[in-house]
């Protein structure tokens, strides 16, 4: 009689975490539009961030530092 109660005990813990399992990936679907919207505004912002690194590395002065600093290495001693 007490291995058949321990048995109900068991699967009713048994089932009361299947229940907790689908409640928590039922509950992940409903952020799935969140985490599209987080992935476009992090494009955005590392699109915005390449533009200025562009800008920054073709600007006159950034390239003939880098003009110069390649001369040097090449003209250099081994």
């Excluded at 009361?16 to 990936?25: C, E, F, K, L, P």
Aim: net charge positive; aromatic share 8%; charged share 20%.
């Amino acid at each position: 009689m007490n291995g058949m109660r321990v048995g109900r005990v068991w699967r009713g813990w048994l089932r009361g975490g299947a229940r907790r399992w689908v409640r928590s990936v039922r509950s992940g679907r409903r952020d799935a539009g969140m985490v599209s919207a987080e992935y476009a505004v992090g494009l955005i912002a590392a699109v915005g961030f390449a533009g200025v690194l562009y800008q920054v590395v073709t600007s006159d002065v950034v390239q003939s530092a880098l003009q110069s600093l390649v001369a040097k290495a090449l003209h250099g001693s081994f």
